[in-house]
């Protein structure tokens, strides 16, 4: 059974801190994803990464980092949390000239700044 | 660039009765389409997708999306819901024959269930 993981589920942090959200995939995936996903906006594209140590940009990049080491890895960076930076955050990876870019997501975290 | 449109961000339906969920998309190119659902407190699932062929498509818990090409459409409708059906429901989009290609989602739409 394929399978994406993210490190938490639930997370609360202070104003400033540095916080580093994880995702796992277990399917040998070449792409990897991270959304965040607020009421109302849908889910909005951060980064994204075609290969180990390779990124790319989303909608939204501002304020965020990321980081492929690995390939089953790719983490995320908020160097300075914010509290706009609230909200829930989604990884996903797909295969490359897989099925139609079909995405497989993790289960969340829900990221609380305060 | 593609670009998605779920006009009702919330619908309500009664137990049992039938439901649309709207989705139009916008591209300039040919497309794949998906539908996605969340459950409460979990990621996305895909519940079916549109890749050529027959343009009505099915999913295995009776839910199933016809593409309409002429007016850029991908609804999802279901004849009878239950409880369980009760989620966050995504339209996406990406273009064809992209090894390497981003989806565009919409804005979402909460199914609520009513008993």
């Known amino acids: 059974d394929v399978k994406v993981t993210q490190s938490s589920r639930y997370l609360v942090k202070r104003t400033g801190e540095k916080v580093f959200l994880e995702c796992v995939q277990d399917m040998d995936h070449e792409n990897m994803f991270w959304y965040r996903q607020d009421p109302g906006l849908g889910l909005r594209l951060i980064y994204f990464?075609?290969?180990?140590?390779?990124?790319e940009k989303g909608d939204i990049p501002e304020g965020y980092s990321v980081s492929r080491e690995k390939k089953e890895r790719f983490s995320l960076i908020l160097e300075s949390a914010s509290t706009s930076q609230t909200s829930m955050y989604l990884c996903?990876?797909?295969?490359?000239?897989?099925?139609?870019?079909?995405?497989?997501f993790g289960p969340g975290t829900r990221l609380t700044v305060l | 660039a593609q670009s998605v449109t779920q006009l009702d961000s919330q619908v309500p339906v009664f137990e049992e009765a039938p439901v649309e969920l709207r989705c139009n998309y916008s591209?300039?190119?040919?497309?794949?389409l998906f539908w996605y659902v969340q459950y409460p407190n979990q990621g996305l699932q895909l519940l079916l997708k549109?890749?050529?062929?027959?343009?009505l498509v099915e999913s295995i818990n009776g839910f199933e999306a016809e593409f309409n090409k002429s007016q850029t459409s991908f609804h999802l409708r279901k004849p009878s819901v239950h409880i369980s059906d009760t989620a966050e429901y995504f339209c996406?989009?990406?273009?064809?024959?992209?090894?390497?290609?981003?989806?565009?989602f919409g804005t979402g739409t909460r199914l609520t269930i009513i008993p």
């Open positions: 996903a990876s797909s295969l490359k000239g897989g099925t139609a870019n079909e995405q497989f």
């Open positions: 591209s300039s190119v040919s497309v794949y």
């Open positions: 549109y890749l050529s062929g027959s343009t």
């Open positions: 996406a989009v990406s273009r064809l024959n992209f090894g390497n290609e981003k989806l565009t």
């Open positions: 990464s075609y290969d180990v140590k390779m990124k």
